[in-house]
């Protein structure tokens, strides 16, 4: 769910390798498709523009790309630096490059900023060429068959037939088994990580209280907050600090905050008290400067609607029987968010369809975030996974 | 942590037996108390008011009182109706009449609102007599210590010397181990339900998000919205709300709401869609009507501040060292708030500490709120339990 904004100042004991040697400076590109899109809303957008980034080089086959796909709060910007002084690499920057589990040396990486997004990607940010306003909450709620949709064209301007492989953690994860539903012919792998195959009404339920916190701000304005100099920063910042919960396991809060105080004593008044109370505020606030509010609406829509077992009469099964894809599935056991047995009832269709499919339950501490971080057991799965598709790129299969 | 409000218009498949013919009208009284006490805090009150119900009558030996403690939402009025139209019992009608746990024909029950509560007692919504102005939120954060300090005096007014029993869940089964290590004398046994010893950083932090909801809600006035004429209405329904989510557990909301939709379809809008969202929204609004925001943020810093163990080198075992109760500990399985290790946690420092505890696991499937609820076992395990108690009274022990 989120883009590894988590972990700043975080003391968890987990040895984290450092990323930064790996993608140098890396340089977002722009697609502009001039056609029509089609939403499964019924609306169509009458162009639109996606960012994205790439690493590694596509070979002569073409047959060695590997579509990443960002979580809730994550972008196209996946590994190495914009600047010589970034703070921090992209979001993925553990798994992607040299030696990586997404090896830059073998694959051709490619991640888009999903439609709807607000880091250059066509989103409620962008203005809409029938009206000349701001789309605002206009911005059509778009689904993962959107996302898909789109982004084959995307594909299609870079020239790839097939991807070796779609990967993605969270909601990410979604849309990587959305790829394989959706483009069996085009979708030879799906890596779905930390995921489900729908929200259970307790995810629901979480972020309704964030979409709630949001649109009541009164700086919210309806959406149309940018064009009155606004930012609904209580409601986004509410909303970030009560996602946090969720990414993180009850046991990785107390082993990180416990109870402890910020002053070393009560102070009796509603100023910053505990550690975790600080942690979140830090969050929250710093979210709110680099996240769209009307984004994360309609990101988290894409998060409920997420279900394509519905078409098929609620039946897993039945919804990945033209599957063509192979499938990877990696839960965490303190995943409290997308639990490992979510992860399991994919693995449970996949089998039922019979298809291929490897899972990995990782033993884990830190919960939903842990798709961020670079546990070994994770790293040497994912990694031995990938190496068998680029031996088979490589072989020219 | 909730009085049962959570229930209207469920659809959960648990048997309810009537709680309608139990107890009929019960009028409300009010204590005052003219002397001034000091608080934790270190602030003095300079007197104050408790609003209590009493069911059950006080024997001659003044031996079968049982105090019973409301939880962060609750009040004064555990059982019977205040007019023949009520819809609704008090909270806990299910345990407190003739036959049931809480035997009115065997105890004299009484439950006060806490001090800082907002249905009848001192606290922000009173008007300070040293300023003429309500306290709003300069009404101190009081601690179930200065809980007990009170209720002590509403004791003293009554003539009872020794509490059969101090009973609650959640934040009153707090109250109730407050009461037994700081009197315990008077407590001669502590009835202890879905409680803790102590929040968690995770319950803290949601805490801490259902705070800032209500704090940045412009109409919060910095506490100061009833002299405003106004309510931070948006605020205590997003604390309300996502309360709520942490009352129940994962498997009663999907048995309840699962994904269905409101009207069948999605809308593709961010109108009420899931069933859920609109229960919690539901629930949200209503609580605004009948509960003050200040009072929501002062409980919720009672909550935080509850740790016994805290004063004894963090050794729980050594907070209960003088304790003379015997205690009843109740969890339940599907709490994830406060789960049965929670509990369990209480049981062995009470064991170490060499002192008298039984302890009840219920097997149950709403969560948190299950407390409220007349689930056989729980109903048969609590009866059992204070038979015990009104037998050895009734014998004059």
């Not at 340089?27 to 502009?32: N, R, S």
């Not at 939403?39 to 590694?56: A, R, V």
């Not at 499938?327 to 968010?337: G, K, N």
Request: some cysteine; charged content about 20%; hydrophobic content about 40%.
């Amino acid at each position: 769910m989120t883009d590894g904004g988590l972990h700043p100042g975080a003391n968890v004991s987990v040895s984290i390798p450092s990323p930064c040697q790996t993608m140098g400076i890396v340089e977002p590109k722009i697609f502009h498709s001039p056609d029509p899109l089609k939403l499964s809303c019924g609306k169509i957008l009458p162009e639109f523009d996606l960012i994205y980034e790439t690493y590694g080089r596509l070979n002569r086959r073409r047959d060695n790309a590997v579509l990443v796909c960002h979580a809730l709060s994550g972008n196209h910007h996946a590994a190495g630096f914009h600047h010589p002084n970034d703070g921090k690499p992209g979001w993925w920057a553990h798994f992607i490059g040299s030696g990586k589990p997404l090896d830059t040396n073998r694959f051709f990486i490619v991640c888009p900023n999903h439609l709807g997004g607000c880091h250059g990607s066509t989103g409620p940010m962008s203005v809409d060429p029938q009206t000349e306003r701001l789309y605002g909450t206009d911005f059509p709620i778009v689904t993962t068959r959107d996302w898909v949709n789109s982004e084959l064209r995307l594909a299609e301007e870079l020239g790839i037939k097939r991807w070796a492989a779609v990967a993605g953690g969270s909601l990410g994860g979604m849309l990587a088994m959305q790829w394989a539903i959706d483009q069996p012919e085009m979708t030879a792998h799906a890596i779905v990580i930390a995921a489900a195959s729908r929200l259970s009404a307790q995810n629901i339920a979480f972020n309704e209280v964030a979409r709630q916190a949001i649109i009541s701000d009164p700086d919210f304005c309806g959406g149309r907050y940018a064009e009155n100099n606004l930012l609904p920063r209580r409601g986004l910042m509410l909303a970030r600090m009560l996602g946090h919960i969720t990414y993180l396991s009850d046991q990785a809060m107390r082993e990180r905050f416990g109870r402890e105080l910020r002053s070393g004593h009560l102070n009796f008044g509603f100023d910053v008290e505990f550690q975790v109370e600080s942690y979140l505020r830090h969050q929250g606030s710093s979210f709110v400067d680099r996240f769209d509010a009307n984004t994360y609406l309609l990101m988290t829509k894409t998060l409920d609607y997420f279900d394509p077992a519905g078409e098929y009469g609620h039946d897993l099964a039945q919804a990945f029987a033209h599957v063509k894809a192979a499938f990877l599935l990696i839960s965490f056991s303190s995943d409290w968010r997308f639990a490992p047995e979510r992860s399991e009832e994919i693995m449970m269709a996949l089998l039922r369809a019979n298809k291929s499919v490897s899972y990995a339950r990782i033993e884990s501490e830190l919960g939903h975030d842990d798709f961020l971080m670079p546990i070994q057991e994770y790293v040497a799965v994912f990694s031995a996974y990938m190496n068998k598709i680029a031996d088979a790129c490589e072989a020219g299969a």
